[in-house]
């Protein structure tokens, strides 16, 4: 006996947006933000792995509902984005138009799977009336001096003619970098004037916020090591025959007796300073190359460090040597000050360098092993006034030799950089401010002027100067104001900056894309209601770019008093991704793509979401598996056969209290911890007893079952709701079940029936049972067992409820 879920899915579905079922509701004092990373709406729609996050917050949110939480389970669209605009361009689209057409196939597909959003919180980044929050959220860290323009080192694609992240480009086979997602262009490294977004003054606030998280340790660990806090010294080395100073920064001051060369990045400004002109070629040459690689590839120490000499020497401030200067790329110009001592002996990268360029490795900590870099702790040698200080000591003692002597001072350095806050693209959000006609001011636009939309332009393509597709349009940058001319910024915002906000934006949706003012009272209400949010999911991808970015948003907003709150997201969770049969990354280019819309056609919604959160741990990777699949909607088929076989009763004899409360307890709590794998097993263990025990279940513990069910398959759990309840009320407006503690103690046992100490039968009894109606009971079962004579017994043994055994 089957049920058709054709027919129950569209049934259900229209009932819950009728009704409104899930609308967020302020009647509670608990209350729990459940938040997915929202989708960016690509044109090829969803596949089965995108589901998993979005079921997983799914169920915890019919949960928490039912417990008698307000619930706030929000959905919308990441909507900017260079994807849309490249597609525009290919097929001379209008890319908004292209967003809503995605947006409308994601929104219909989400649906279909039957989640529980409340769709009248539903908006999108593009829309002017969440972009109007947006510039204003930049011009208060515009106000605070964290946003400023500067000419920095930039990833550029020509052929795209806009500035890549990090994350946007790869580094190909030939080992150059190609943008990563349209079409693999050369990128290279070029300065430009830029927006950026002084997040590192808000570094260590960054970093001491994390503990309070409740996020994985591996987690926590990326953002610290993004951060990448570090105390050392900067130390002046001279260079040789020129009235110049290179400054470096190093955590380790206290081994500079055995530096042997001094290393520049690339991009360093002192590169073309120091460079001979017996070595300006070469030097010019590498430089150039390495333009071409990204500073992650660069980082890579599975891979041969490279270098040129540029001819000259600096002199160690210490003990007055010559060293070699070198440029190599291992050293990034944004990170501390793009210049380093190398001590080979006691660096694996910079022996590496030196092994291969034949430099002097000279040893100031005493190992008994030199043919590798020792990087322990040990006694000074070769090291002047520091031999035999310990690590703590040298330390010491060099700093203050080095401030004393004005050759160095004290710095705390970070690996986090200023954020690259332009890119050069048409479809994004405008800047919401202009410069005079020289631009050398910069002036706001007023508040009332908000939100500054771009323009409807026929040609997006790239301008060809650097500029975003917006220099096309003169008439927009261009104009006059109380009879002065001023232009506007031709740069808009990075797609990061909707995603920065998004989750406090659904607290201020009173419908879809219409917002209360930000900084009201009933905004600040609101945000004290809801914030935090309790749990955030979402892939790990995102691990440092958008939480960091986020993170950073937040307490700006924190410390302007928009928000009552340090952190946004308190639980994180990371979804492991669904890969093909075959273990490989599902992906429209591998054509390995399953489109969950073929399996709800199939196998039901619920059969999908039963089987993504049942195949593995809410945090893993797993191939898909349509047996597996198949067994999620045979064991969904033998939940309705269970109901319309075996039956309810009204009277309750007992004969499932103890399974059944254990299945709630053990729900209940595997839930709570977030874990959405056991808790099917726990149902399942269940209908196995009443398939075993074959006798009707007591009406009440039937209802809560459903109640159970219905969180993964809310389709089903509603039509059984609805046949077995006589109300005509939704299941989730229904109180979670509770269990009764007094009915999971167990008062029966099995005691073990021996003759002469071999075992012949077991039987069940109550705990503590009287040594001589035990007695009594057993000779019955092995008499009739034709095991036993009583005028054979001998003697009778008895372990208390565990064994009786008859010595013959």
Known sequence: M??????????????????KIFKTKNDSQKKQYILDMFPYPSGSGLHVGHPKG????????????????DVLHPIGWDAFGLPAEQYALKTNNDPTEFTNKNIDVFKKQIKSLGFSYDWDKELSTAHPNFYKITQWIFQ???????????????????????????????????GLMVSRDFGGHPVEKKPLRQWVLKITNYADKLLSGIESLDWKNSLKDLQKNWIGKSNGMVIKFKVDKLEAFIDVYTTRPDTIFGATYLVLAPEHIAVNMVTVKEKRNEVDKYVEISKKKTDIDRQDDSKEKTGVWTGAYAINPLNNEKIKIFVADYVLADYALGAIMAVPAHDPRDWEF???YGLEKKFVLDTKNKSKPFVGDSRYINSNFLNNLNKEGAIKKISEHLVNNKIGYAKINYKIRDWVFSRQRYYGEPFPLYFSEDGKDVFLLDENELPLLLPKLKNIKPSGNGESPLANSSKWVNFEKNGKKYKRDTNTMPQWAGSCWYYLAYILAESPNNFVDIKSKKAKELFKKWLPVDVYIGGQEHAVGHLIYSRFWHKVLYDIGIVPNEEPYIKLINQGMIQDEKGQKMSKSKGNVINPDDIIQSHGADSLRLYIMFMVPIESSAQWNYKTLDSSRNWLDRVYRMFRTIGVTEDNDGIYDFAYNQTVKNVTNMLESCHFNTPISQLMQ???????????????????????????????????????????????????PA??????????????IQ????????????????????TELSTNLLKQKNYLHYDKIKKVIIIKDKIINFVV
């Open 755 to 774: 003759i002469n100490g071999k075992l012949r039968a077991t039987i069940e009894t109550d705990k503590g049972i009287n040594d001589k109606l035990l």
């Open 54 to 69: 979005y079921t997983a917050s799914d169920v915890l949110s019919r949960f928490r509902r039912m417990q008698g939480y």
């Open 354 to 356: 030196a092994t291969k």
């Open 2 to 19: 089957e049920f058709s879920h054709k027919k129950i899915e569209k049934k259900w579905q229209k009932f819950w947006e009728e009704k």
């Open 739 to 752: 269990y009764d503690e007094k009915k999971l103690i167990v008062n029966t046992t099995t005691v073990a």
């Open 140 to 174: 208060q860290i515009y106000k605070k001096g964290l946003a400023s323009i500067e000419m920095v080192n930039v990833n550029w694609c020509p052929n795209l003619g806009t500035v890549l992240s990090n994350e946007e480009v790869e580094v190909n086979s030939d």
């Open 686 to 736: 269940f209908v196995n007893e009443i398939y075993k025990i074959k006798k009707p279940l007591f009406k009440q513990y039937a209802l809560n079952f459903i109640k159970m069910l219905s969180i993964y398959a809310p389709h089903l759990g509603e039509e059984l709701w609805e046949m077995y309840s006589n109300n005509n009320e939704s299941v989730y407006i229904q109180e979670w």
